[in-house]
C-alpha cells in the first residue's frame, strides 16, 4: 500500500497569514504515460462531509478560491493557502489515487491562534 | 446539483450484517465509478471499496474484503454497501462518493456502530 504522510498534524494560525502543508508518499504519484500526478486534497469542516479542493495535483475545482494552491510532483506535494481566513478552518487530507487501495493522509488540522 | 443520499447506518452487533443504500441524483449515475469511504469517530478517512461503471468490476480494502459487498443498481441510481459479520472496528461514518478518478462529491455520511 502507498503510505501518505502529512505534516503537520496541527497548526495554529491567524487570518491573512500564508500557510503551507506537506504531502509525501511512500512511491511515486507521477504517471508516466500522462505525466499527470495522481493526488488530491480535500477540506473537510467540523461536521461537514469532506470536500474536494485540488486534483492532479495543482487543478482547483470549480468555485475553489484561488488562495488555495497545490504544487509538487512525484513524492513530495504542498499545499498552500495564500492568506488564510476564518471559514478555511478545517482539516486537510492529501489522498493517492494512483492505486488501490486508496490512500489518505492522517490530515493536517488548521486552528485559531 | 449533484446529490447523494445515504441510508441505513445503525447499530448493529458484532458479527451481525447491514446494508447501506446511497440514492444518486443531478448527474448521470451509469457514467461514473462509486466508492464507500469511510471514517472513524474523531479519526481519518478510509477508502473502503469501488465499483466501476456497470458493476462489472469491483475493488475492496483488505480489511473488509470477503465481508463487504458494493454493488450498484444503474437504473435506480443507487449504490449499495453490504456488510456482513461486522467487527467493532467498522464503526464509523460510511460515505457514499461519486468517483471520477478522484472522490468528487460526497453524501452526508451514514453513522454505522457495531457493539454488543
Known amino acids: 500500500d502507498i503510505v501518505m504522510t502529512q505534516t503537520p498534524s496541527s497548526q495554529a494560525v491567524s487570518a491573512g497569514e500564508k500557510v503551507t502543508m506537506s504531502c509525501k508518499s511512500s512511491?511515486?504519484?507521477?504517471?508516466?504515460?500522462?505525466?499527470?500526478?495522481?493526488l488530491a486534497w480535500y477540506q473537510q469542516k467540523p461536521g461537514q462531509s469532506p470536500k474536494l479542493l485540488i486534483s492532479?495535483?495543482?487543478t482547483r475545482e470549480s468555485g475553489v478560491p484561488d488562495r488555495f494552491i497545490g504544487s509538487g510532483s512525484g513524492t513530495d506535494f504542498t499545499l498552500t493557502i495564500s492568506s488564510v481566513q476564518a471559514e478555511d478552518l478545517a482539516v486537510y487530507y492529501c489522498e493517492q489515487y494512483y492505486d488501490t487501495p486508496y490512500t489518505f493522509g492522517a490530515g493536517t488540522k488548521l486552528e485559531l491562534k | 446539483e449533484v446529490q447523494l443520499v445515504e441510508s441505513g447506518g445503525g447499530l448493529v452487533q458484532p458479527g451481525r450484517s447491514l446494508k447501506l443504500s446511497c440514492a444518486a441524483s443531478g448527474f448521470t449515475f451509469s457514467d461514473y465509478y462509486m466508492a464507500w469511504v469511510r471514517q472513524a469517530p474523531t479519526k481519518g478517512l478510509e477508502w473502503v471499496a469501488s465499483?466501476?461503471?456497470?458493476?462489472?468490476?469491483?475493488y475492496y480494502r483488505d480489511s473488509v474484503k470477503g465481508r463487504f459487498t458494493i454493488s450498484r443498481d444503474n437504473a435506480k441510481s443507487s449504490l449499495y454497501l453490504q456488510m456482513d459479520s461486522l467487527r467493532s472496528e467498522d464503526t464509523a461514518t460510511y460515505y457514499c462518493?461519486?468517483?471520477?478518478?478522484?472522490?468528487?462529491?460526497w453524501g452526508q455520511g451514514a453513522s454505522v456502530t457495531v457493539s454488543s
Open positions: 512511491q511515486s504519484l507521477l504517471y508516466s504515460e500522462n505525466k499527470k500526478n495522481y
Open positions: 492532479w495535483a495543482s
Open positions: 462518493t461519486r468517483e471520477g478518478y478522484v472522490m468528487d462529491a
Open positions: 465499483i466501476s461503471y456497470d458493476g462489472g468490476s469491483t
